[in-house]
Every structure is written in C-alpha cells, then in structure tokens.
C-alpha cells in the first residue's frame, strides 16, 4: 500500500476522489468584499432570523451542506460520513447542524486549519473505498468567536491592527469516488476537480502568546508544513496555479513569504492568503480575516468555481490553525499552530 | 474498492492494522477501583506536580502517549499520525500535549466516544496504507472537566444519583501495518490484537437537557449505532466475547439492554459498560464513570491485556459521547448524543 503515501506526512489519493459539488455561504460583511461574486450565498442578515449567534451559525452550517448535497444532485441519505468542525466549544455548530441532517458524523477540531482536514479526512475516506459519497464542512461566525475568545460584542471591543477579524462564512465540499478511476473524467466537457492528496502538519510553536497575533503564530506551521510538502512530494511551489494559506493574514503572509524565501521556495509568484482576499482594503479588517469559515468559504466558492471553469487547474490549500483557548490565554501559555495541506487538481495527470 | 465497507457506516480493514502497543494512565481514584490491575500507570497524585489542572491532563496525556510508543519499542519520529481528543474547550490538553512530541497532529472531538474515533481514523489510516504507524489516544481528567462543564471544584458540588464522574484517565494504541496481510500473525505465541472494522455513528437525540441525565441522553445513539452494526455486519451480539459501551453508566447501561431487547437483540450475555467498571461500589461515584478517559483508560488497559493474554478474542468497543456545551445547556438546547463502534480480533479470522 506504500504508493498511498510519500515520506512521513503525505497522503496520496490515487483514486482521485472527485469534489463533484461544493457551496459557500458568506455572512454581510464578507458578501460585500472582493470575493462576493464567488459565494453561493450571501447573508442578508448574519443572525438568519435566529434567536442566538451559535443557532445563526449552525443554521447557515446546515444550509451550506444541504446546498452542497442539492448542487450534487443526491440525497443526504447517500453521504456516508461527514467530516466536520468549527471553532465553538465542544463543536457545537457542527453537531447541532449535523444533528438534523442524519448523517453519519466525525467532529474534528483543527482551529482554523479545519476545512483542510476536513476535505483530507473526506479524500481519504473516499480514495481508500471506506465512503461512496463523504462531505467535508467547516464554519466560523464572527459573533459566536468574538463573544466566545474575546470580549462580549456589546463591549464594542478595540483591536490592533495586527488582529483579524473572524470570518463569518462557511464551506462544503461533497466527494464522490471517480466512475473510472484515476482522475481524468471530464464532466459535460468541464473540468473534474479531484483531491489528489494531502499533507498533515505537525504542531508548531514559536513561543508567541498574544491572541491579537495570529498570523505571526500560525505562520511557523504553514512554513513547516509547505516545506514538508514540496520535499516529500519533489515539487517545487510553481508546480500550482495558486497556493492559499488559509487565514494568516497580511503579517502571516508576509512571514511565510520571507520564511519560506530563505528555505529557497519562491513564494512569490502564485502564493496568496484567504485571510488577505476576503475582505478590502476599504473594510476595516486590519491584518484581515480569519476563522474555519474564510478558508472553507474561499475554497467552496472561489477556488471550486475557478477550477470548475479551467482557470485554475493545480491548486495547494493550506488552512491554518491556532490551538489556543481561553483558559491557555489565561495560564500564560503560548499559542501553538498547525496547518494541513490539500492538493486539489483538475487537470488530467 | 467496496470490500472496505458494509452498507453505509461501517468500515471494514481487510489489512488487519495491529495494535502492537497500548498504554493507559488512570487517575488516584480509579486506580481504586475494580480495574486496578490493569492499568500501566496509577497515578499518584492527580495534578502529576503541575501547576494547573489543565497542565496536569496534559502531561497525563503526553506520558500515556510516549508510554505506548515506548512500550511498542519505536520511535515517536516514526509515528506518521496522530489522532487524538479530549473534553477541553479547543482541545487543549491534546494540542499541548501532542506539541512536545513532534508527531503529525489530526485533532478529533467526539466528547466521551473519541477513544472508539480515534481509533476508527488510526486503523483507517494504517488499513489504507496512508500511515505505517498511526496513534489514537484519548485523555478526560476530573478537575479539567468539572469546572469548564459544571461548577468550580471549590464550590464542592453536590449531584443526584443519575450523574456520572469523569474519569480522570487516557489511553493511547498504536497501530501499524500487519507484516503478512491478513491479521493472521503470532507474535512470540501470544495474539496479535487488531483493528477489524468500525461503525461510524449518527447524532441521536431524544430530547434530554438535564447534563445530570447523560447516559440516558447518549443510550439512544449507542442503541443505533449499535443495531447499524449488527444489520451492516449480519453479525448477533454472541460473536463477540465482549460488548463495551463507553460511558453510559447504569441508567445508560440498563436502557441499551432493554432497548436492544425489544429490537430482537440479546446483550444480557456479553454485554458492558466502562462507565460501571471503572468505580466500584464503595466509590461514590453515583451512576459510574464518564468521559473520553473512561473507555480510553479501560480499552488501553484492562481490554488490550486480556486480549494479548488469549482471554479475550472477539470485542466491540463503542464509545459514546454527549455533544452538549455550557452554551448549549444555556440556550436550552438538549443534547445530541452520538457513539462509534471498533471491532477489535485476537482470532485468525
């Protein structure tokens, strides 16, 4: 079995699990950035007629999924497994949207970093023949995160400009096995989008403890992980049309950049943030956003749509997490990072 | 590729990945208990030296961990995963724990039933091919849980008969490939113990809101999970030599009886539950243990070693969680419950 995986930390999906459907919800503010034209829905109002933020949430969870389910065309009593988390305590989002939906469930905590573990766990499953049909999510609220890291929302709260604002979106990526084999179906003509593999991170901590510097924490484990993934796959960073970090903002970025430079990977060229294009300049995110929702919301959206249409047929995500809490806030800790890398093509190989 | 899977949810490793070692660490009062025996570290001391509660799941995890690799003999450079969870908000005492050692990091949350998931996610992984050595763990710590879900240890909280103890408590098994294939090998005459199969479970939830009540509360998934189980599989309660629920307690215990009686299943023979074994009835520990240490610690421990020894050939593991928060108790909400089943074989199959 060793041609599933190459060196320690990539996985090798050789059965091309197909991402046949995806949809992206985005909440107002979001909806009004650069990417609005990408998402499947644009909240009108981000607490969706509910009585609390996390019931917004799972709410705008559970739309995303059943419109991925819908836009594949299937029932949800098809999908074998879904893969899914948030940022809430004891993922509370993603049990309580799952809860009515009656699909068989594994909850995954991965801060931030959750929508590529998500959709490597749902490759996995499907490339290996364990799922026909395995759906990966991830969301993120703005008020359920604010209120439960930091301050409640009435406080009106301040922040530096190195923080970020936490994303309120989500993602859904349903798999399905490739009818033929390896790779190269082409649906009506256009593109199949297939996870081709993965490359899981390991836990990085540089010693940083303030929480209103994320970017700066997580950005060491993106770099370990890219590193890892070019030389366990021998490809070189032009290899992609574009690699997308998931949400270390403009500091992260610019920390990955330099970092990666000095290890002589060229980031230069096909390398941007999903924390840096969700929000404009003219919208007051400071470093930009954040969230398991920015990523999932970028990669269902924009990413999916784009390599759907062929205009984008090699692209490497990697969402990033930050494994604190309140309570590791509190004890002086530091803030220990992690990011997960997906390979996603759409291009025969 | 449909051999790696019966019906919808259940999983089936026809590589037959190995648990070559495992480890469990309880907690000063469980180790008084009934299962004393059985486990590889009593502690002395339920804060292990450690300045806070937290620090000390952490370091209780860490040792469990580095215990299983130690005793498989390998390195923990050459672990390729690790998939691990805990009750703590963010996973944290997983997160810090797993920072320390280096090893790729998959974090998992499935309250009380993420021994049963992590081990679902290591031996689909070994299965596959994608790790050479995966690891599960699983760690829930009295002092963590009952000030984050219930009042301040301070406070010296009084509860009614129907609430559980979290078990101060990990576990840690590391699988990896079998050398010959098909689960046959003897290792220097004794059993090789191994990862058969899973049943990946669905969120049920009756209604319950009472978090004094949670083996009622999750009883209802580890009902379903395990009738899926037995349809899925065409397998009767009999061909196992041991049915384990995770922590369900009496009240828990007694409802899966009668409610898999009246489904035509018999579990009056094999049938038990961690949660009523691990305290004995000296122990005030009202209607038994909880949390992901209680099934984690008594697999680990107690099952893996009367595997090894040839007492015990055929088990099924199902942990059960209650996917319930302090914000959801708030908001009103009951409480989603969920359970996972793992076939575990010493027997040539």
């Known amino acids: 079995m060793a041609e599933n995986k190459m060196g320690r930390q990539t996985l090798v999906f050789k059965n091309c699990p197909e991402i046949f459907a995806a949809y992206s919800t985005a909440g107002v503010s979001e909806g009004k950035g650069p990417l609005r034209q990408w998402f499947d829905t644009v909240l009108e109002d981000d607490k969706i007629g509910q009585k609390t933020w996390e019931g917004a949430e799972t709410k705008m969870l559970k739309d995303t999924v059943v419109g991925a389910i819908g836009k594949g065309g299937i029932d949800k009593h098809e999908i074998d497994v879904i893969f899914s ?53 991830a969301s993120s609220h703005f008020c359920t995160a604010e209120r439960q890291f ?40 256009r593109p199949g989008v297939y996870v081709t593999g993965g490359t899981i991170g390991k836990i990085v901590d540089m010693g940083i403890n303030d929480s209103n510097m994320m970017g700066a924490a997580m950005a060491p484990a993106a770099i370990d992980t890219l590193e890892t993934h070019f030389k366990e796959t021998g490809k070189e960073p032009g290899f992609y049309d574009l690699i997308l970090t998931g949400d270390l903002g403009k500091i992260g970025r610019s920390i ?39 990523s999932g919301s970028v990669l269902c959206g924009y990413v999916f749509r784009r390599m759907k249409a062929g205009e984008l047929k090699n692209v490497l995500l990697v969402s990033t997490g930050a494994l604190l809490s309140t309570i590791s806030t509190q004890q002086g800790e530091s803030i220990p990072g992690i990011a997960h890398a997906v390979s996603i093509s759409a291009e025969k190989r």
């Not at 594994?106 to 959750?114: E, F, N, Q, R």
């Not at 994303?167 to 490739?178: F, I, M, P």
């Not at 950049?257 to 003219?282: A, H, R, S, W």
């Open 150 to 189: 930091r301050m409640p929302l009435e406080h009106g709260n301040q922040k530096p400009p190195s923080a970020q604002v936490t994303v309120t979106g989500s993602g859904c990526a349903v798999l399905r096995e490739s009818v033929k084999g390896c790779g190269c179906i082409q649906d009506l003509g």
């Open 85 to 137: 988390g948030d940022l809430i305590n004891q993922l509370m989002s993603s049990s309580y949207a799952v809860r009515e939906l009656g699909i068989p469930f594994l909850g995954l905590y991965g801060a931030c970093s959750t929508m590529s573990e998500s959709l490597i766990m749902a490759g996995a499953f499907v490339n290996a023949g364990y799922s026909k049909y395995a759906a990966a999510a």
């Open 256 to 294: 990955v950049i330099d970092g990666m430079g000095k290890k002589g990977f060229d980031m230069t060229g096909n390398y941007e943030d999903c924390g840096c294009m969700i929000f404009g300049p003219d919208q007051d995110a400071h470093a930009g956003g954040s969230g398991c929702g920015c």
